[in-house]
């Protein structure tokens, strides 16, 4: 029995601007359903449009990908292609498929405004195919240069789409695609198309804008002999209002959310669930996430993505994950830290940055606060103080005897004892910071000493 070829899925933004949250369903929708079949994830940057791409972006767009933690298994630039671009064009112009056309913007805008004055849609009309070799001659003779259209076959296509399921347009109603523009330059299609069959792409997920693209890539495709991946089309990510997402105008750029110290698996989330018949709940790794995708679980409205949840998807998110999901990190921001201390202060974390925060009050030195009236108690507690080695356990017998010795209980047991030790009217149970401090650094706090 052959086995089927391991899935190949792709992600080709272009690299214009700084991508969002939009841009990162996509991305993530089709770095997860590779990872979880075992398949592989291509970055290709579409980048044919020289005067908007900028290699900054491809590098930052690269970095987004990296904090999400899906780094792509490929990357290719379009712009690095081109030979089989124009050989693709020469066999369309080789076979009939491929035509050049004359008109300007203005006289197709003109057309366009007639047609729809006569209640017509604004199809393109297919003068260009009735010019004789002597037309095409004169109009160059004129200075005009063609662009290229490709001829719709006017047939219904048809394709089970993973998120809509069962779809079909009727390329009559279409105008023919310019693939190439008079100045030899290729629009989206044709190297989107080039491309899918050359990398050998099983898969495209991406935006339900795409939907009526997809016909015209069917019948390219097939031009070209090839067979079409499976398609699907998800909803798109809105702002609450509403509103769309662009990057021309930064909406909720990656960028800016890893600034502001949100969680990549907090946006992955939000990213990939909101919209879906999935929770959107807190997971430990991208791994849990993929198993949550079900393309047929898509809903088919727009999906309104609200950055007001994110601070709070953060926060549960960081307190759930293990010590190994952090370690690294943890590393990186130059702290020694234990898993004892992770699992201490992981419940009191609003971003990841507190943790140095906790690490340094836990660490020391820690300016002591004036006990004030007391003082006598503290040093109470202190002589109670058991014995090193410490375990989570020892809080218990040690705040059984201070309450005993200094006669207190409540809050008058409690609250000056965590500020001696911590500074902070609230935070992380003592009974697990106290193993973390050591008991010589306890002591001497709790002496009022810098420590």
Known sequence: MPYAPAPVFRFAPSPTGFIHVGNARTALLNALLARRAGGTFVLRFDDTDLARSRAEYADAIAQDLAWLGIPPDQVAHQSAR??????????????????????????????????????????????????????????????????????????????????????????????????????????????????????????????????????????????????????????????????????????????????????????????????????????????????????DHISRAPARFDPDDLPQLTARTLHHLPFAAVEARLKAAGLAATEAFWLAVRGNLATFADAAEWWAICTGPLVPADAGDDAAFLAAAAACLPPEPWDPGTYKTWIAQAKQAGGRSGRALFHPIRLALTGRETGPELAALLPVMGRARVEGRLAGKLA
């Not at 076959?153 to 279409?174: E, F, K, Y």
């Not at 702002?239 to 600034?259: D, V, W």
């Open 82 to 295: 081109l030979p089989l671009y124009a050989a693709a064009a020469e066999r369309l112009k080789a076979q009939g498929s491929l035509y050049p056309a004359y008109e300007s913007e203005d006289e197709l805008d003109l057309k366009r405004g007639l047609q729809r004055a006569r209640g017509l849609p604004p199809v393109y009309d297919r003068a260009a195919l009735a010019l004789t070799d002597a037309d095409r001659a004169r109009l160059e003779a004129e200075g005009r240069k063609p662009h290229w259209r490709f001829k719709l076959d006017q047939r219904v296509v048809a394709w089970d789409d993973g998120v809509r399921g069962p779809q079909q347009v009727d390329t009559a109603s279409l105008s023919d695609p310019v693939l190439v523009r008079a100045d030899g330059t290729y629009l989206y299609t044709l190297p989107s198309v080039v491309d899918d069959l050359e990398m050998g792409v099983t898969d495209v997920v991406r935006g339900e804008d795409h939907v009526t693209n997809t016909a015209v890539q069917i019948e390219i495709i097939q031009a070209l002999g090839g067979t079409a991946p499976r398609f699907a089309h998800h909803n798109l990510l809105t702002l609450p209002n509403g509103e769309g997402l662009s990057k021309r105008l930064g909406h909720l750029s990656l960028r800016a959310l890893r600034e502001a110290g949100q969680e990549a698996l907090a946006v992955a989330a939000l990213a990939v669930l909101v919209g879906t018949s999935e929770a959107v709940v807190p997971v430990e790794s991208l791994d849990v996430l993929a198993g949550k995708i079900a393309l």
